[in-house]
């Protein structure tokens, strides 16, 4: 959590505010598609469980086209 902390004070001083966003973005669409993921299996990534009704398969990259410009998603 503190790296995490970190790297947002160093993208926040360094970067544009459209970088900034940009990572905001990224980062929320990741979680959600986290916890889409999570419930549709009936378990985090990697967790066995006796509730797991199925199985994650990998991922691919994408690029999502927004306003503030190309996030890269996987």
Known sequence: MTDERIAL???LEK????TFLREMIGFAAHRL???????????????RSPGRVNQR??????DW???AGTVELR
């Not at 970067?15 to 459209?18: E, K």
């Not at 598609?33 to 967790?47: I, R």
């Open 9 to 11: 004070r160093e993208l």
């Open 15 to 18: 970067g544009s505010d459209a």
């Open 33 to 47: 598609m986290e916890l889409d993921a999570e419930g549709a299996c009936g378990a985090e990534h990697g967790a």
């Open 57 to 62: 398969n990998g991922y691919r990259e994408r």
């Open 65 to 67: 086209q927004t306003r």
